[in-house]
Structures are given as C-alpha cells and as structure tokens.
C-alpha cells in the first residue's frame, strides 16, 4: 500500500494506468492517492475515522507498507515489512512531530486491527 497527498500530476498517473483505491470518503477521495494491490485491507484500514483525521491533517506525507523484498534480495526477514512514513525535509515542529508519531502508532494499530501486522516483535537487529 503507498498512501499520498494528490498533486497536478496524480492526473497523469490516472493516464498512464495507474489505479487508485477510492474508499467512498469524498474529502478523503478528493485529496489523497491511495495504490495497493489489495483494496479490501486498504478499505479496512482507512475504515477508522480518526486515522483518516490524522492524516488528512498532514499537508504533505507519504506512508506506505513495504514489503520484505528489497532491489538485490531480502531487506527483512520474510515475513517482515516495513511502515514507512515519509515527509519533505527536517521537521522541528514539536506539535507536528507530535502528531506524526501518534499517526505512525495509530496506524500500527490498525494495521494489527485488520490482521495486516502483529504485536509480536519480529526480532530485527538493523
């Protein structure tokens, strides 16, 4: 799943091919680029409306679950992916510092929620 703000060009994505995940939020819809290869985990993800909240508070954020492959093989044990969050340059906001760490736990959350991820820690020395 990669998740991200809508920009004048998410219309040529469209155009290319590319398809985006609508959740049947309008706001939501209208404002964020949602791709994955299953639609019924991404629904049930953005299912939570305080998640939603969280991020549609962000002007400008890329999250995304990686998974395990990496260019030349594994970067993680199988099994194992990555919830990336990602912003343009060097945040020093404590507010928004603040609001990114409680949506990037949020978003465990809900990833364990859906059975997307598990509590278990995956033993990972980086």
């Not at 995940?21 to 991404?42: K, L, M, T």
């Not at 990602?86 to 990037?104: A, C, M, S, Y």
Request: hydrophobic content about 40%; glycine content about 8%.
């Amino acid at each position: 799943m990669k998740l991200f703000r809508a920009s004048i060009f998410t219309p040529v994505g469209k155009w290319l091919g590319m398809q985006d995940i609508e959740i049947g939020v309008s706001e939501f819809d209208r404002d964020w680029v949602v791709r994955s290869n299953d639609e019924r985990q991404v629904r049930a993800f953005l299912g939570d409306p305080q998640l939603r909240a969280r991020i549609a508070a962000q002007r400008k954020l890329s999250l995304s679950v990686e998974d395990d492959e990496g260019w030349f093989g594994r970067k993680f044990p199988a099994g194992v992916d990555e919830l990336r969050l990602v912003i343009g340059g060097h945040e020093k906001d404590t507010e928004r510092l603040k609001q990114l760490f409680e949506l990037f736990a949020d978003s465990l959350d809900r990833l364990c929620a859906i059975g997307a991820a598990y509590e278990k820690r995956p033993d990972l020395k980086l």
